[in-house]
C-alpha cells in the first residue's frame, strides 16, 4: 500500500494532490519556440493523468540563454502562449510551473543564431566545442533582469510557480564551480562570491513575483566533475537559496561532460536519491529527488524514508501518463513503466527531433494517435509475441477486437528478452512484464509454442493478421563458420549455449555485439551484494574491490570492420555503453575485418595486414534478416494482412512497437 505519494502538499498557499512531479524536459515541440496545439496537448493529457505539479520547460529568458526553438519567455508576447499551457493544465486538477533556462557555455553558437554564448569565464565546453565570452558586469547584470522578468512574465500568464534552472552544468551551475568560474572580481574566487550570481537571481526572480508566489530551484545535487562541486557545497548552496525565499529544491545529477551516467537504465533505480535527502538535511523547505524514479512503490519509499517531500517522475509520465490515476485506483498492473531505454526521449532531443517514447508511441502524438472502440468487432490473430507483436495485439483488443497471440517460444518478449541479458540492461525485462500484464487485461488469448502457419489462420477464420514474426540472425561467409567453437549471439544470450575457454572473440560490434561482449565480460565479476560485503567489514581494498567488479574470468575482444562499434545506438546511451565496456576490460577492434576463423584464433585484416587474435570461443553478431516468410505466404491471400517490427526491416524497438501500435489501430 502507497502511504505518503498521494498526501497533498501546501506549498505558500499552493495546494497540490499528491506529490508526483513531471519535471521540465525539453519535447522539440515548439519550433518557434511559441506554445502550440502539440505540447498544450501532451501536458494537458499527463495533467488529466492525476501528476500533482507539472513544470514545463525549459524557457529561454534572452538571445543567449538557449536554442531559438525552445519554449520562449524573452518578452511579453511570449504570455499569451503561456496562459493557454497553463489553463491546459491546470483546468484538470494539476498545479503548473514554468522553468527558466540558461544555458550560459553550453548554448551552440547555431542555436543562438550565430552569437558566442556567454559564460562567467572563458572555458571551452566540451559539450559545444565553442569558447564562450566571459561575462561583464553589465552582461551579468542584465542576464539578473533577463531571469526577473520572465518570472514576471511566468505569473501573468497563470502558472502556479516559477522555477529557475540552476543544474546539468547550465550558467547558474558554472558561476558557482570552480572549474568554469575563473573570475577575480565579487563574482569569482571564494565560495561566497561564486554563489552571488545565483543568489542574485533569486533574489531578483523574489522580487519579480512577490513575497507570497512560490519559487523553486533546480539544482545539481553534485557535479560529479573533477574539481567541480560536490553534494555537500550544493547542500549549503540550498540553504542559502532558503534564506533568499526559495520555497522548493529540484536535486538532480551532474553535468553533461560528466562521466557519470545519469539517464540511462544502467543507473540503478533511484541512485541518485540520496543527493536529496543530503540537501534535505540542511533546508526546512520541500525537497523533489529525481532521477531513474520509474516505480510509484519506489517513490513512496522515498518519501517514507525522509529522503524527500516529492519525486520527479518526468519519463515515467511520458511512458504512462496515467500512471499517477492508475496507483491512486490501485491499477498497478496497468502501469507502462519507463525503463530509461532513451531511444525516443533523449535521443529525440540530441537529434533534434519532437519527443516520443519506445512504449508509448502515442507520446508527443496525443492529436494524431487516437484509441477508438470499433463498432464491429474482428477477429484478429497476431502471430509473434515479441514487442511489435505483443503491442499491435494489446492496441487490437483495446479498440475492442477478438486478438489472438501466436508465440512459438514458450515465452513472450521476442528479442526484448535478449536485450535484458547484459548487466544494466535488466530493464527491458520490466517492458515485457507491463506488456504480458496488460495483454491478460485486455483479454488476449495467449497460445505459446504455437506456430501458426497460412493454413491453420484461414481454417479458423480470421478476418485480420498481424504479421510480427522478427528476425532471424545473419550467418556471415567467414572460412571457419562451421567450426565447433563458433555459436551465434542470440545463443549465448539465450543461455542455450555458454562461452568456453578464456579467449572470446565476438565478430561484430553493433548493439548486439557490444551488449553480448558486455555480458561475457562481466562473467565472474562480483555482485553488488558481495562488493557491499566486503566493503563495509574491509575485506578487500578499494582498488581490488574496483578490479572485482570490472575484470571478470573471460578476456573478451570485439571486431568490428567498420570506424565505430553501437553505431545503431542513441546518442544519450551509446557513451554509457562505451564507458562499460571499457571498465570490463574489453578490447575493441574496430576497421578490422574477420577474415578466417582457425581452431584457436580468429585472423583479421587491419589496414592491410592480417593479425590473429587468440579465440577458445567466437560469437558471430553480425545483424539480422526479416523473417518474413509467412506475410510472403499471406499478402495475396484475400486476408486483412500487416507486417509490422523485423518481420519488416530489422530496426530498433522503438520503430517495432510504433508500427505494431498503428497496426492495431488501423484493423
Avoid at 345 to 373: I, K, W
Avoid at 412 to 437: I, K, S, Y
Amino acid at each position: 500500500m502507497l502511504k505518503k505519494l498521494f498526501n497533498p502538499l501546501n506549498i505558500k498557499g499552493l495546494e497540490m494532490r499528491n506529490r508526483i512531479v513531471m519535471t521540465a524536459m525539453h519535447l522539440n515541440f515548439t519550433p518557434d519556440g511559441r506554445v502550440n496545439d502539440r505540447i498544450a496537448a501532451f501536458y494537458e493529457e499527463r495533467a488529466r493523468g492525476g501528476a500533482g505539479l507539472i513544470i514545463v520547460g525549459g524557457c529561454i529568458i534572452d538571445d543567449y540563454s538557449g536554442a531559438y526553438w525552445m519554449l520562449d519567455l524573452r518578452d511579453d508576447s511570449c504570455v499569451e502562449g503561456h496562459a493557454v499551457l497553463a489553463d491546459a493544465i491546470r483546468k484538470h486538477g494539476a498545479a503548473a510551473a514554468c522553468q527558466l533556462y540558461h544555458a550560459g557555455r553550453y548554448a551552440h553558437s547555431v542555436s543562438i543564431e550565430g552569437k558566442q554564448a556567454l559564460a562567467p569565464s572563458a572555458v571551452a565546453s566540451r559539450f559545444t566545442r565553442e569558447e564562450p565570452r566571459e561575462m561583464t558586469l553589465d552582461d551579468i547584470q542584465r542576464t539578473v533582469r533577463a531571469y526577473a522578468d520572465a518570472a514576471r512574465r511566468v505569473k501573468e500568464a497563470g502558472y502556479d510557480m516559477v522555477e529557475v534552472l540552476a543544474c546539468t552544468g547550465y550558467l547558474i551551475c558554472q558561476f558557482l564551480s570552480p572549474v568554469t568560474n575563473l573570475r577575480g572580481d565579487e563574482y569569482g574566487g571564494s565560495w561566497e562570491n561564486r554563489m552571488r550570481f545565483g543568489l542574485e537571481v533569486a533574489d531578483a526572480v523574489r522580487e519579480a513575483v512577490g513575497p507570497a508566489y512560490p519559487v523553486c530551484f533546480r539544482i545539481a545535487g553534485h557535479d560529479y566533475m573533477e574539481g567541480g562541486n560536490t553534494n555537500r557545497e550544493w547542500a549549503l548552496f540550498a540553504a542559502e537559496l532558503e534564506r533568499h525565499g526559495v520555497d522548493l529544491i529540484n536535486v538532480t545529477g551532474g553535468w553533461h561532460e560528466t562521466r557519470v551516467p545519469q539517464l540511462p537504465m544502467s543507473v540503478p533505480r533511484g541512485a541518485l536519491a540520496y543527493l536529496a535527502a543530503r540537501v534535505k538535511e540542511k533546508v526546512g523547505v520541500p525537497v523533489i529527488a529525481c532521477n531513474r524514479i520509474n516505480d510509484v512503490f519506489l517513490a513512496d519509499e522515498i518519501l517514507r524514508m525522509g529522503a524527500a517531500d516529492l519525486v520527479g517522475m518526468a519519463r515515467a509520465l511520458i511512458a504512462d501518463p496515467f500512471l499517477p490515476r492508475k496507483a491512486w485506483e490501485e491499477r498497478y498492473e496497468e502501469i507502462t513503466h519507463c525503463i530509461g531505454c532513451n531511444q525516443g526521449c533523449f535521443d529525440h532531443v540530441f537529434y533534434l527531433q519532437p519527443v516520443t517514447c519506445m512504449l508509448n508511441p502515442r507520446a508527443g502524438r496525443e492529436l494524431e494517435y487516437r484509441v477508438e472502440r470499433v463498432r464491429k468487432p474482428k477477429r484478429v490473430a497476431v502471430v509473434g509475441g515479441g514487442p511489435a507483436g505483443m503491442k499491435a495485439a494489446l492496441t487490437a483488443a483495446e479498440r475492442g477486437h477478438l486478438v489472438t497471440l501466436f508465440e512459438k517460444a514458450d515465452i513472450l518478449g521476442g528479442q526484448m528478452n535478449l536485450a535484458a541479458v547484459p548487466p544494466g540492461r535488466e530493464e527491458f525485462w520490466t517492458a515485457v512484464e507491463d506488456l504480458e500484464a496488460q495483454l491478460d487485461n485486455a483479454g488476449v488469448e495467449l497460445r505459446l509454442e504455437s506456430e501458426a502457419d497460412a493454413a491453420t489462420l484461414r481454417e479458423e477464420g480470421f478476418d485480420a493478421v498481424v504479421v510480427a514474426t522478427g528476425a532471424r540472425q545473419a550467418v556471415p561467409s567467414i572460412p571457419g563458420m562451421d567450426a565447433p567453437h563458433v555459436v551465434m549471439a542470440w545463443d549465448i544470450l539465450e543461455g542455450k549455449v555458454d562461452p568456453e575457454g578464456r579467449d572470446v572473440v565476438i565478430i561484430g560490434g553493433g548493439a548486439v555485439g557490444s551488449e553480448t561482449a558486455m555480458y561475457v565480460a562481466s562473467i565472474g565479476t562480483i555482485s553488488g551484494d558481495t562488493l557491499l560485503f566486503l566493503f563495509m567489514n574491509n575485506g578487500e581494498d578499494v582498488e581490488t574491490l574496483r578490479e572485482l567488479c570490472g575484470r571478470g574470468i573471460k578476456r573478451v575482444t570485439v571486431v568490428e570492420m567498420l570506424d565505430k562499434v553501437c553505431r545503431d545506438v542513441g546518442l544519450s546511451t551509446r557513451w554509457a555503453i562505451l564507458q562499460d565496456m571499457r571498465n570490463l576490460g574489453i578490447d575493441i577492434r574496430s576497421n578490422a575485418v574477420a577474415k578466417r576463423i582457425e581452431k584457436d584464433r580468429v585472423i583479421v585484416e587491419v589496414e592491410g595486414r592480417e593479425e590473429a587474435i587468440p579465440a577458445d570461443t567466437v560469437i558471430i553478431a553480425v545483424g539480422s534478416c526479416p523473417a518474413d516468410e509467412l506475410y510472403r505466404e499471406l499478402k495475396d491471400s484475400g486476408l486483412e494482412v500487416y507486417v509490422v517490427g523485423d518481420a519488416r526491416e530489422a530496426r530498433k524497438a522503438i520503430e517495432a512497437i510504433q508500427e505494431g501500435y498503428e497496426a492495431g489501430l488501423q484493423v
